[in-house]
C-alpha cells in the first residue's frame, strides 16, 4: 500500500468520535485497517453496545473478549472488543479486590446493573477504563498491541465521557479508584493519544466538529485530525456550476444535449434539469464553505470519498487505503 510518513508517529490511543450519522464508526474501522499495515496489530473497541463493528466486518455480535475481524492491508492484525460496562465492572472487581465468584453473585442480584445505572459517571469510567487497560496492557497479562482505535461517543458528549475520570478523581481522594482515574487522565492527556473528529460538508456537522474542537481543547484533551467523510466530486465545470448557481445555463444547449443523448425533452425535462444543476451548485458552494471552515482549525484534515454501493468489508479497505495515502497511518 503506497503512504506517505505517518502524521501520527508515537500515538498510540486513537479515539474516533463525530456527529451522528457522519459514518464515525466506518471512520473507525477503516483507520484501525490503516494502522494495521506493516504486519502491526491494532485493537478497534466500541463502547455504545451498538455491534455496529461486528455489522462493518461481517462477523457475529462481538462478546467481552478480544476477537480477530481482519487482515490489515500491509499483513497485520484488526481485533475487536465490544466493552460491556458491566463486565468492565466484574474485571475490576476481580483486579482490585479479588471478589471473583463474589462479583458474578453481585450481577446475579442485580448489583452491577444497579451501580452502572445510579452511579453518576460509573459506565463512562468503567469504559474509559478497559481502554486504559487495552493501550498500557504488558506482555504475559494477554495480547498486546501497537495501537488502539475506540469508536467513541458522539460529539455531543464526547468532552463529558473522556473527562469524567476526571470528576471522579476530585469525589474519590485516595485508594484504587483515584489512582485508576488519575492514570485513565495521565493517559488521555499526553502525546499517546489524539482525538478524531469525523464530519461531513453540510452546516451542522462542520458547526459541531468546530465546537468539539473548542471544548477538548479547553478540558486539555489532545486535538488529533478532521476527517470529512462521504465526499462527492462536483458533477459540473466550475463555469457550469457559477452559471447553474446563477439560473443562467443555456438551456437551448442543454435541451440539444439531451437529444444528442436520446433523451426526450418533453413534460419538462428540461427544466426540471436546470432545477437540479442549481440545487447541485448550492450544495458545492456550501461545501467549500464547509472547507473554508474546517480549515481554520488548523488541524491535519483527510478526505474519504462516498462509497456510491455502500460499505462492505471491500469498501473499508479502499478507506484505508486513502487514510495510508495522507498521512493517517
Known amino acids: 500500500m503506497a503512504s506517505r510518513e ?35 496489530r491494532t485493537l ?13 466486518f461481517d462477523v457475529p455480535p462481538l462478546p467481552y473478549a478480544e476477537r480477530k475481524v481482519a487482515v490489515g492491508p500491509g499483513g497485520g492484525d484488526v481485533f475487536a472488543l465490544a466493552v460491556d460496562a458491566e463486565a468492565a465492572l466484574l474485571e475490576y472487581l476481580d483486579m482490585f479486590y ?16 444497579f451501580a452502572t445505572t ?18 498500557r496492557r504488558k506482555r504475559g ?19 463529558r465521557f473522556l473527562g469524567v475520570s476526571q470528576e471522579v478523581a476530585g469525589v474519590a481522594k485516595v485508594g484504587p479508584i483515584r489512582s485508576q482515574a488519575d492514570s485513565i487522565m495521565k493517559l488521555l492527556s499526553s502525546p499517546q493519544t489524539v482525538v478524531h473528529l469525523v464530519t461531513l460538508l453540510e452546516e451542522m456537522p462542520v458547526q459541531e466538529t468546530c465546537d468539539a474542537v473548542s471544548e477538548l481543547t479547553a478540558a486539555g484533551l489532545p486535538v488529533g485530525a478532521v ?9 459540473l465545470k466550475q463555469a457550469d456550476l457559477t452559471a447553474a448557481a446563477r439560473g443562467r445555463l443555456d438551456r437551448d444547449l442543454v435541451a440539444s ?42 488541524r491535519p484534515t483527510y478526505e474519504l470519498p462516498m462509497l456510491a454501493e455502500g460499505v462492505d468489508l471491500g469498501g473499508l479497505y479502499a478507506l484505508a487505503e486513502r487514510l495510508c495515502r495522507q498521512g493517517a497511518a
Open 44 to 56: 478497534l473497541m466500541e463502547v455504545e453496545g451498538r455491534q455496529g463493528v461486528a455489522q462493518l
Open 98 to 113: 479479588k471478589l471473583g465468584g463474589a462479583g458474578r453473585a453481585l450481577r446475579r442480584l442485580g448489583a452491577i446493573d
Open 118 to 135: 445510579i452511579a453518576p459517571g460509573m459506565r463512562d469510567v468503567l469504559l474509559t477504563g478497559k481502554v486504559y487497560e487495552a493501550v
Open 257 to 298: 444535449g439531451l437529444q444528442a443523448a436520446g433523451v426526450s425533452t418533453r413534460g419538462g425535462v428540461v427544466e426540471a434539469l436546470l432545477e437540479e444543476a442549481g440545487e447541485h451548485a448550492a450544495r458545492v458552494a456550501l461545501e467549500k464553505s464547509g472547507r473554508r471552515t474546517l480549515k481554520g482549525l488548523q
Open 6 to 40: 505517518s502524521d501520527w508517529e508515537g500515538v498510540r490511543l486513537h479515539i474516533v468520535s463525530g456527529k451522528g450519522g457522519t459514518g464515525k464508526t466506518t471512520v473507525a474501522a477503516a483507520l484501525a485497517l490503516a494502522l494495521a499495515g506493516h504486519g502491526r
Open 227 to 235: 476527517i470529512v467523510n462521504a465526499v462527492r466530486a462536483p458533477l
Open 141 to 159: 497479562k494477554g495480547p498486546t498491541y501497537d495501537a488502539v482505535v475506540l469508536d467513541a461517543p458522539p460529539t455531543g458528549r464526547i468532552t
